[in-house]
């Protein structure tokens, strides 16, 4: 009897033990998951022969991947292995704010188009992008940078291989790679998102007394989009020397966005004609979510009918992406909005409907700054939510108004990744789709004109927000968020490391 109590408890304790092993294991992908999920799901991918059919031969470069086990890839690897090293370089290269192709293509000037590109870890996506860019007419007058909160030598070497225009790396310091087991990352002693406040308490874990609206609290992987939005966009408007007195456009992409040949074009003809229509417009648009794009200005009536109100488009579509559903592209291209005279509208921005290929200039900027704390401390993890949060809440001044182009230049291919982890996801695919849409409008991109047409927004623009989405009730976000405004111009330093 004691023996087979023995072998009872024996028994117990190695299923108990390989239970914690497997939920080990489980913790530890889920940790790292937002980072190699996504990076192995979107360089898994090959490129196929059909998207590199309508690529130009000379840009196929920067769709190479290079094999892993090269002895270059291995001795960078090892080296970005070290996180005190990785902090090193980051510092190195932000203190540096070394310009490349800057001997080529000259100097910032004050009007100088800034593209600014928020990068993650979604390689495949990114070189479409590069790609997309490298096509686009007058981007070598324009400085691309780009935006980091992962530090990874293969991305970082296909960022230096632009050849086609001045391009700066910076990289946002407070990562969660950087600080993996410390705020802003995940601090062991942080509590549970579902734990209830009571209980959190009695565990004293770090951020007890500040859940957010919802009763949850922080979770890194989410708050770091948007401090890393608003590192970004301080750092370029506030804090680099080669912008102290730029006044023109900053355009925000991100990794997962594929640009039109003429986005730069209309870029300009937009402001031009708010500057002449809409001296009030502060920010310009040039992307959509939309699955369903119009062509030129004699459109069939039947076609038109065959598709829903702008509102309700948008209204169907933000639904869509903010439930992260698995949705395919199954647009179609209706012709009646590119032609030599193409329509924008003038309405109120909102943040699920303009923010993707959007800008503005620092004017704007200084708008913001004036009541900087209230994005940083709008219960919102979401940075496009806070940014609308900030401009229904603008005093004695009405909410921002944006002109936008009804058929548009900036893409979201990003069907792939973190959110829609589907079995049958193909990056190729999606970017094929975009490729032939483009290639079907190129007769009617660079318009001779626009005509505008101001409306006052659907029930969607109007309604204010009462409260925001949550995930930002920890006042250590919210003071990090405020300190980011605290830094101040700093001057290049000469002691760059390639």
């Given at each position: 009897?004691?023996?087979?109590?023995?072998?009872?408890?024996?028994?117990?304790?190695?299923?108990?033990?390989?239970?914690?092993?497997?939920?080990?294991?489980?913790?530890s992908a889920s940790g790292g998951g937002m980072y190699?999920?996504?990076?192995?799901?979107?360089?898994?991918?090959?490129?196929?022969?059909?998207?590199?059919?309508?690529?130009?031969?000379?840009?196929?470069?920067?769709?190479?991947?290079?094999?892993?086990?090269?002895?270059?890839?291995?001795?960078?690897?090892?080296?970005?292995?070290?996180?005190?090293?990785?902090?090193?370089?980051?510092?190195?290269?932000?203190?540096?704010?070394?310009?490349?192709?800057?001997?080529?293509?000259?100097?910032?000037?004050?009007?100088?188009?800034?593209?600014?590109?928020?990068?993650?870890?979604?390689?495949?996506?990114?070189?479409?992008?590069?790609?997309?860019?490298?096509?686009?007419r007058d981007i070598e007058r324009t400085l691309l940078?780009?935006?980091?909160?992962?530090?990874?030598?293969?991305?970082?070497?296909?960022?230096?291989?632009?050849?086609?225009?001045?391009?700066?790396?910076?990289?946002?310091?407070?990562?969660?790679?950087?600080?993996?087991?410390?705020?802003?990352?995940?601090?062991?002693?942080?509590?549970?998102?579902?734990?209830?406040?009571?209980?959190?308490?009695?565990?004293?874990?770090?951020?007890?007394?500040?859940?957010?609206?919802?009763?949850?609290?922080?979770?890194?992987?989410?708050?770091?989009?948007?401090?890393?939005?608003?590192?970004?966009?301080?750092?370029?408007?506030?804090?680099?020397?080669?912008?102290?007195?730029?006044?023109?456009?900053?355009?925000?992409?991100?990794?997962?966005?594929?640009?039109?040949?003429?986005?730069?074009?209309?870029?300009?003809?937009?402001?031009?004609?708010?500057?002449?229509?809409?001296?009030?417009?502060?920010?310009?648009?040039?992307?959509?979510?939309?699955?369903?794009?119009?062509?030129?200005?004699?459109?069939?009536?039947?076609?038109?009918?065959?598709?829903?109100?702008?509102?309700?488009?948008?209204?169907?579509?933000?639904?869509?992406?903010?439930?992260?559903?698995?949705?395919?592209?199954?647009?179609?291209?209706?012709?009646?909005?590119?032609?030599?005279?193409?329509?924008?509208?003038i309405t109120p921005w909102h943040s699920s409907m303009?923010?993707?290929?959007?800008?503005?200039?620092?004017?704007?900027?200084?708008?913001?700054?004036?009541?900087?704390?209230?994005?940083?401390?709008?219960?919102?993890?979401?940075?496009?939510?806070?940014?609308?949060?900030?401009?229904?809440?603008?005093?004695?001044?009405?909410?921002?108004?944006?002109?936008?182009?009804?058929?548009?230049?900036?893409?979201?291919?990003?069907?792939?990744?973190?959110?829609?982890?589907?079995?049958?996801?193909?990056?190729?695919?999606?970017?094929?789709?975009?490729?032939?849409?483009?290639?079907?409008?190129?007769?009617?991109?660079?318009?001779?004109?626009?005509?505008?047409?101001?409306?006052?927004?659907?029930?969607?623009?109007?309604?204010?927000?009462?409260?925001?989405?949550?995930?930002?009730?920890?006042?250590?976000?919210?003071?990090?968020?405020?300190?980011?405004?605290?830094?101040?111009?700093?001057?290049?330093?000469?002691?760059?490391?390639?």
């Amino acid at each position: 009897m004691p023996r087979l109590k023995y072998a009872s408890v024996v028994r117990v304790v190695v299923i108990l033990g390989l239970f914690c092993l497997w939920l080990q294991i489980m913790l530890s992908a889920s940790g790292g998951g937002m980072y190699r999920d996504g990076e192995e799901l979107m360089n898994s991918n090959d490129t196929s022969e059909q998207v590199l059919a309508l690529v130009p031969p000379e840009l196929h470069k920067y769709l190479t991947v290079h094999p892993k086990n090269s002895s270059v890839n291995s001795t960078e690897r090892a080296v970005s292995k070290n996180l005190t090293e990785i902090r090193k370089a980051i510092q190195r290269s932000n203190e540096a704010q070394y310009i490349h192709n800057e001997d080529i293509y000259g100097p910032v000037q004050n009007d100088t188009i800034i593209i600014a590109i928020q990068v993650h870890t979604r390689l495949t996506y990114l070189r479409h992008l590069i790609v997309s860019l490298a096509q686009a007419r007058d981007i070598e007058r324009t400085l691309l940078v780009f935006s980091h909160d992962y530090y990874n030598e293969e991305i970082n070497s296909l960022v230096r291989s632009i050849d086609f225009t001045k391009v700066m790396q910076i990289f946002y310091p407070y990562s969660i790679q950087t600080h993996p087991n410390e705020f802003p990352g995940l601090d062991p002693n942080d509590c549970p998102r579902d734990v209830k406040m009571q209980q959190a308490i009695k565990l004293k874990c770090i951020n007890a007394l500040h859940p957010d609206l919802h009763g949850h609290y922080r979770e890194a992987k989410y708050t770091q989009t948007k401090h890393h939005w608003w590192w970004k966009a301080n750092r370029i408007f506030n804090q680099l020397e080669c912008t102290t007195n730029h006044t023109g456009m900053v355009v925000f992409l991100e990794e997962d966005h594929y640009v039109a040949e003429d986005f730069i074009y209309m870029l300009n003809l937009l402001r031009a004609t708010a500057d002449r229509s809409c001296p009030q417009c502060e920010i310009i648009s040039l992307g959509t979510y939309l699955k369903t794009y119009q062509y030129h200005a004699n459109g069939d009536k039947r076609k038109k009918q065959m598709t829903l109100n702008y509102i309700q488009q948008v209204r169907m579509a933000n639904e869509e992406r903010r439930k992260r559903q698995d949705t395919q592209w199954n647009f179609q291209v209706y012709p009646n909005l590119y032609g030599n005279t193409q329509k924008v509208d003038i309405t109120p921005w909102h943040s699920s409907m303009h923010n993707m290929g959007f800008g503005f200039n620092r004017s704007v900027w200084h708008n913001i700054m004036e009541i900087q704390e209230q994005f940083c401390a709008y219960d919102d993890y979401n940075w496009d939510y806070s940014l609308l949060h900030l401009s229904q809440n603008r005093k004695n001044q009405e909410k921002f108004k944006v002109i936008m182009s009804k058929g548009p230049r900036v893409f979201h291919i990003g069907e792939c990744g973190i959110h829609h982890k589907k079995s049958n996801c193909n990056a190729s695919s999606v970017i094929s789709k975009v490729q032939k849409l483009l290639q079907n409008a190129k007769p009617y991109l660079f318009p001779g004109s626009v005509t505008a047409t101001v409306t006052a927004g659907g029930a969607k623009h109007n309604k204010k927000l009462t409260k925001g989405n949550g995930g930002w009730g920890d006042i250590r976000d919210q003071e990090l968020c405020t300190n980011m405004t605290r830094i101040g111009r700093e001057l290049r330093r000469y002691n760059y490391y390639a």
